[in-house]
T-cell receptor, first 113, second 114 residues
Framework: DAKTTQPNSMESNEEEPVHLPCNHS???????IHWYRQLPSQGPEYVIH???SNVNNRMASLAIAEDRKSSTLILHRATLRDAAVYYC??????????????FGQGTTLQVKP | DAGVTQSPTHLIKTRGQQVTLRCSPK?????VSWYQQALGQGPQFIFQ???????QRGNFPDRFSGHQFPNYSSELNVNALLLGDSALYLC?????????????FGEGSRLTVL
């Protein structure tokens, strides 16, 4: 399984944009890039996913490098409620909708008021 | 629409005992996966159930077993508990035929082994 690398922690101020990086230099052509986050005392929550093109949804944007070896999760205006551990995960599309995700350590995001 | 529900939320056991954790998937979902999350770590995949059969398994010993019922709900059983089994156990559901493959997680069952 391809591996991802994320910073252990990041800080942001409330109402400012946050860019969470993820490196995945060994990504294969069939790997989707998924992001989940885990708020304190809760289970992980799906945020967004993409393959090659940048993606937007109501929660965040995902910017994918042209060579796909890195990606960035963008929270446009951080709120205190966005303080969580963010996980960048590669998921092989050939595996179908398997329930198996490989979580790393993730990035702990602190949001300051 | 209820999401993924797990029970119990907290429980304490002693070494050598057995435990059963329960999970009801989100409405419309047919696949249930179980994860173990030790303190300060990311979740680790235990196994996945679909059509009442174990379809995929992570690197966990046979002490960890499961079951899926016709209504898609699931149980995780752990025998001969060890201190190292203390963790948050998460259940996730999904639709095998879904396009995005998004997993929906419950809030977990916190197991403490003394």
């Amino acid at each position: 399984d391809a591996k991802t690398t994320q910073p252990n922690s990041m800080e942001s101020n409330e109402e400012e944009p946050v860019h969470l990086p993820c490196n995945h230099s060994t990504i294969s052509g069939t790997d989707y890039i998924h992001w989940y986050r885990q708020l304190p005392s809760q289970g992980p929550e799906y945020v967004i996913h993409g393959l090659t093109s940048n993606v937007n949804n109501r929660m965040a944007s995902l910017a994918i490098a042209e060579d796909r070896k890195s990606s960035t999760l963008i929270l446009h205006r951080a709120t205190l409620r966005d303080a969580a551990v963010y996980y960048c995960i590669l998921r092989d599309v050939r595996a179908g909708n398997t329930g198996k995700l490989i979580f790393g350590q993730g990035t702990t995001l602190q949001v300051k008021p | 629409d209820a999401g993924v529900t797990q029970s119990p939320t907290h429980l304490i056991k002693t070494r050598g005992q057995q435990v059963t954790l329960r999970c009801s998937p989100k409405s419309g979902h047919d696949t249930v996966s179980w994860y173990q999350q030790a303190l300060g770590q990311g979740p680790q995949f235990i196994f996945q159930y679909y059509e009442e059969e174990e379809r995929q398994r992570g690197n966990f010993p046979d002490r960890f077993s499961g079951h899926q019922f016709p209504n898609y709900s699931s149980e995780l059983n752990v025998n001969a508990l060890l201190l190292g089994d203390s963790a948050l156990y998460l259940c996730a559901s999904s639709r095998l035929s879904g396009i995005t493959g998004e997993l929906f997680f419950g809030e977990g069952s916190r197991l403490t082994v003394l």
